[in-house]
């Protein structure tokens, strides 16, 4: 259904681009138009690769655009993603390539990525991860968040992730209270920081990255030098959606 739906837009598109320049131009009357048109639909009714091919360009394009503007967004916001102060951390914490992971506990994909990010801190002793809580799922999302958030504060913040992400049911305020305790956190402690200004503020600033690098979802990485100073749009990667360990390999490897 997609498909059909990208190929109609790209034949309406091919459409009123041809009607715009022909009345612009005032070298066809209508009857010429109307045989134009016709010449112009058959032709794509019998080779409707062109259609493929226009809809595979559009969507190149996009792409191209959606990248420049989340390469502008790093770059104007490289020291608040590579340097801000209370990030989660795993990996090496001294390396100097980083990979930025924007991610939401209930989001499937960020579920399947969990495995090979272990992959890539294992085989990469020279890479940090940084995780930027971003809930988009609604309030269990922003629970979970908040709470990973304070696990962090007890020093436990991985532990509690790798848990959580790895908790193969439906998500709950009471599961990932359940799963805070298993992982040897303060309960009582945890809820309080939970709700604190500055667990607010980590996630308000969160969600400002992601509006200035114009996420639509989760997944998201981030992949540059550790020095913020150092980042630029030549040895900084930007990956939206789920991605393979070669991939994020490949962008490691570019720096």
Known sequence: MRKLIILGTAFLSLITAFNSQAYASGE???QQETAIQKIIRNYLVTNPEV???ASKALQQKQLDM???SAMKGIIDNKAQIFSAKNDPLAGNNQGDITIVEFFDYQCPHCIEMMP???TIIRTNP????IFKEFPIFGNVSDFASRAALAANEQGKYFAFHDAIMNAKKRLSKDIILQVAKNTGLDIEQ???DMN???ITKTLGDNRELAKA???VGTPAFVVGPADADDVSAENTTFISGQTTEAVLQNAIDRI
């Not at 020279?126 to 991860?129: A, K, P, S």
């Open 51 to 53: 259609l493929v091919e």
């Open 28 to 30: 066809f009357d209508a």
């Open 66 to 68: 959606m990248q420049s």
């Open 190 to 192: 945890l809820q309080k």
């Open 196 to 198: 604190s200004a500055k």
């Open 126 to 129: 020279n890479v940090r991860v």
């Open 116 to 118: 090979v990010i272990n």
């Open 213 to 215: 690098l114009q996420l």
